[in-house]
Each structure stands twice: as C-alpha cells, then as structure tokens.
C-alpha cells in the first residue's frame, strides 16, 4: 500500500476556483490527490496543513535538543522535539510526498521552511559524524523509493527553466534541495503562472497545470518514471 503525505502551505485557506481568492496550491495538491485515489484506491493519504497551522520555529533550545544524544535528553528536550518528530514519523512513514509550496517573494512561506527545519534532524534523516573520513554528513532516507512531487503558484511569469525570470525562482530548487540532503532525490513539479495578472492567462496557466498534475498522478500512480 501506498502511503501519501499531502502539505499544504499556503496562506490562503481556500481553493481558487471554489473560493474568493482561493489558493491555486490547494487546488492543484488536492486535484493531485483525488486524482491519484481514484488510480490507488488502496492508498493512505496523511494530510498536513502547515499553512493555517506552522510548526514552531527552530530555537536555540530546540537546537541543542536536537544535536543531544536521545539517550541523554532531558523532559523538557523531549518536548520541545515532540512536534519534530511527529512531523518526521509522517516523513519515514510516507512513499510520496506531494507539497503545496507557493511563491512569497521568490522563496518558499516561511511556514513551510519552519516545516522543513524541523524534518532536517540529525539522527533522523541525515546523519553526521565529525571523525568521519570524507564527507561527514549523509542522508538516512535514501534509497527508501520515496518521492516528492512539488505544487507551486506564482504571481509573475517565466520563473520555469530557461524562463525570463528563472533564475529568482528560489522555490524548486531550495526545496529539491533539502529533500536531497535527507535523500529524497526522485522529485517532480508542476506550476501555475500568473496569479497576479489574473484574466485568460491565468485561467490558461491554470489549466496547463491541472492538466499537468492529472498526468503526473497516472505516471506516479504507477510506478513509472517521467
């Protein structure tokens, strides 16, 4: 059985389309998911909404906590972690992720970069060790076949490759990024373009994307690789 771990993380708690100004994430993560449930009945869907509801941002206490050996932790460690590692178990336990991450200013919302600050755990999903010959750091979720599928939105257009504006797209690449630290490296990604011009080419954009979205679920739904 297939486990899926749908993130949302938009600020707009609506769906565009179903909803005054609505989030164009949601509507696609959702498409996406429904989509893929239709392909996979058998699938477990674990929903995680960091857009209405952020996980706490990383604190000095919550970094020494974290670089503690478990076995020399503290109560209060334990809890500070306790949100971590829920986030983290949803992680490990899941076979594709598929995240809702919309544009704010060239980056990611600092809610999901709250989330992946707290799956980015030592001990957890990369390992590190300074006496280490060579590189001292590696991924503990590799070659687990996981995969992640990143839905985003965006106000301009050209961010894609070789787009006007590709290089201030922080977006895909920071998140590809971090999920390759932890080794999540088989990722996919679909977008929609001008929000913030609205009209036809944003209901053009919009429809390209869901067109995308619904191939993916069949490709991922089955195995395959794009």
Known sequence: MTTVLHIDSSARGGISGQEPH???TRRLTARFVQRFQVLRPDCEVLYRDVGTHPPKPVSGAWIQAAF???AQREDWMRDILRESDALVDE???ADLIVAGVPMYNFSMPAQFKAYIDNIVR???TFGFDRSRAGEPYWPLLAAQGKRLLIVSSRGDYGYGAGGRIATRNHVEP????AFAYIGITDTYSVAAEYDEFGGE???QSLAQAEAETDRLAEVL???KAV
Request: glycine share 14%; net charge positive; hydrophobic share 35%.
């Open 22 to 24: 609505g989030s164009h």
């Open 91 to 93: 992680l490990i336990r």
């Open 201 to 203: 080419r944003l209901a």
């Open 68 to 70: 503690t050996p478990e």
């Open 174 to 177: 920071a998140v590809r990024t």
């Open 221 to 223: 739904a089955e195995g």
């Open 122 to 124: 030592v001990g957890r």
